[in-house]
């Protein structure tokens, strides 16, 4: 089994970046919305804040109680995209389950969604209209095409259809006319299903829930999830199980994750002003 090195690609795509950034005419800024003080909401801002100070990208956080109301925060938020200081803006989640998360995503107006999870950035992406991709979505498709894996003309399953990679990575599939079955979470039989795939993209953050007996032997496995199992962060494929039959794998960590990041702040360049 080969492992797909997101780590090795996201630094070259920095150093990239780097060089895009020194040409601006101002230093391009990220804003980030934050609602309470999760520590692993933190150190995925950390995260993203050492990416972007190895690309001498400003990021500034707005941070709010995690009490805030929907109509509070949309009323801050509506106060960060007016203030014109931020290149882009995106919405650190999860967010707590009282608020109306969709309805927090659509004030972010398209030419400042780094992220393309506004309802109009999703439906421009969709339309292809969008000059950015889904950052989940263009981290895959970074990492497919690093190493030449024709996916156009593969099966691809994808575990979940949540906002961050089920639905981006399905959209972005079906743009590219490639073969691609969706498992949502009350599908029966996914075991089956999976072993059908070529491809088996997951992200659903079930801790080692893809096994080796569920794939066929030459599957290509993208780990997009990622939760915490007896103090680690782990990812949806079960590493041990899968190596004797997987030809590829994308781990976590070390992945799609570490091009995730690259990929945001790609899109926070292209969204910049001349």
Known sequence: MKVLDGKKIAERLLAELAQKAAGASKRPRLGVVVVGDDPVIRSFIAQKKKAADAVDIDVRTYPSPA????????????????????????????????????????????????????????????????PIMPPVAGAIQTLLDEYEIQYRNLHTVVLGAGRLVGRPVALWLMQERAPVTVIGERAEDRAAIIRTADIVISGIGRPRFVTGDMIKDGAILIDAGSSESEGEVVGDMDESSVASKAAFLAPVPGGVGPLTVAILLKNLLTLAKP
């Open 67 to 130: 009490d805030i109301t929907t109509n509070e925060l949309r009323r801050r938020l509506s106060e960060i995209v007016h203030e014109g200081k931020n290149t882009g803006i995106i919405i650190q989640l999860p967010l707590p389950p009282h608020i109306n998360v969709q309805y927090i995503l659509n004030a972010i107006p398209p030419e400042q969604d780094a992220d393309v999870l506004s309802a109009r950035a999703v439906g421009d992406f969709a339309t292809g209209k969008s």
